[in-house]
């Protein structure tokens, strides 16, 4: 297990740094999977591309990659981390906005709550009013036409460095992905202002020396000029993927998948919420789109999905969670036929998961991804590998209730299980 560990190893070279995300996939370990089971000009998929690790590692391997991601958040973390810069034209921007800050005009009120997307009796329960001032100032400033042939990157790399400061000025309770405010949050609202310019200014510096060491990556190994990363909003779970498939398939499928629905395990969209809003990439209510991801919609009947270990499990829930699970197990069963069939006979899947524990029963989602996968075509490769996983805000014990209403602590995921399969038809 040590082997896979990578403990005391940065997690923030090149831009892997760039914007805190839920859960993310150590990058170490995305690295030795491509260069065991990748192929130098091939095709890499990430069905479940989050905050964009296995696309740049994808291209620091000479690899093409594309990335799919129902949050609109993580699609934007993935395409500034992932994509092409001219490195002088965005120092040029990073410092235009570092100029527009230090002499900025402030946004009258009315037309920072409009530009929040909040409505004004929310907004001013998550953010010091002088702050809702800043932030809709600075977006405004990010949002000007500067000229340049890349505009819409450089608005993604500021838009992105705005969205990773959003949470650090807001009343969110830290250490937290949910949405939970800090205590006594009423009466501290107007003493819990943090300066949005200082630290915008440091994290654009932060993100530009990252990108700058990774496009010197790619240059210096040849890669720059002929590999490419896409972004897409494709659904897995929904259909196989159409658009950017490569003849004959994916070479392979490297991705982490959610380890349970998002409103009860790995809270994505509530992370998501602040800048899905602000920045108006989905301006609906906290819940909506979380009730659109893997689980969130939830029916009455419970079907046998046809592997032993999780309908057993299921079968022992209350009724509540054993809908909860079989949504998901049911949607992540969709998502393996789908992909599966994208795949490249030869090409192998990587599939990272956790084992949570739901209902007082432990769910095995490393034996239903082999599953899934062998009855699609695959064999496996190896044994399934483990790892710790450690500087997580995932709880190393919950406690549980079973049917008997007797409460106790249970571990819940606090390793990693790696799942490889070639397919071979």
């Known amino acids: 297990m040590s082997i896979w560990n990578f403990s005391g190893l940065s997690t923030s070279e090149f831009t892997h740094g760039i914007h805190v995300y839920p859960a993310r996939l150590n990058p170490h370990v995305a690295r030795r999977l491509v260069s065991q089971y990748g192929t130098e000009g091939g095709f890499l998929l990430d069905p479940f591309a ?226 899905n809003v602000w920045l108006g990439l989905d301006t609906r209510a906290s819940g909506k789109l979380g009730r659109e991801m893997m689980g969130g919609d939830t029916s009455d009947e419970i079907v046998r999905l046809g592997h032993r270990g999780i309908d057993s499990a299921i079968s022992r829930m209350d009724e509540k969670r054993a809908k909860k699970n079989y949504a998901f197990y049911r949607d992540y069963l969709d998502s393996i036929v789908n992909v599966s069939s994208s795949v490249a006979k030869g090409g192998h899947v990587c599939y990272i998961v956790g084992n949570r524990t739901s209902g007082g029963q432990r769910m095995r989602q490393d034996l239903f991804t082999r599953w899934a996968f062998e009855r699609n075509g695959f064999r496996r490769v190896g044994e399934i590998k483990k790892r710790a996983v450690s500087n997580t805000r995932m709880p190393k014990q919950i406690a549980i209730t079973g049917k008997n209403t007797k409460k106790s602590k249970v571990r819940t995921m606090n390793k990693e299980y790696i799942v490889v399969c070639e397919k071979m038809v």
């Open 50 to 275: 989050g905050s964009g690790t296995t696309l740049v590692e994808a291209r620091l391997a000479g690899m093409n990659a594309i990335g799919s991601d129902v949050n609109p958040t993580a699609r934007m973390i993935s395409e500034a981390k992932s994509g092409d810069y001219d490195i002088e034209e965005l120092g040029e921007y990073v410092q235009s906005l570092h100029d527009g800050m230090s002499s900025m005009e402030m946004m009258g009120w009315k037309d920072a709550v409009e530009v929040s997307q909040f409505p004004e009796e929310t907004i001013t329960t998550w953010f010091p009013r002088k702050t809702v001032l800043e932030i809709a100032s600075v977006l405004r400033l990010i949002e000007e036409d500067k000229g340049t042939k890349n505009n819409e990157y450089l608005q993604v790399f500021g838009k992105v460095a705005l969205s990773d400061c959003l949470r650090r000025v807001s009343l969110q309770r830290t250490n937290e992905w949910k949405n939970y405010r800090i205590e006594n949050w009423r009466s501290v609202i107007d003493s819990h202002y943090v300066n949005l310019c200082g630290l915008m200014g440091r994290t654009l510096e932060s993100n530009l020396t990252g990108v700058k060491s990774y496009v010197t990556a790619l240059e210096e190994r040849g890669f720059l000029s002929v590999t490419h990363a896409n972004v897409n909003s494709y659904d897995c779970t929904k259909g196989r993927v159409e658009d950017g498939i490569p003849d004959g398939g994916f070479d392979m499928i490297l991705t982490s998948p959610p380890y349970g629905d998002s409103r009860t395990t790995v809270a994505y969209e509530e992370f998501s919420w602040l800048t």
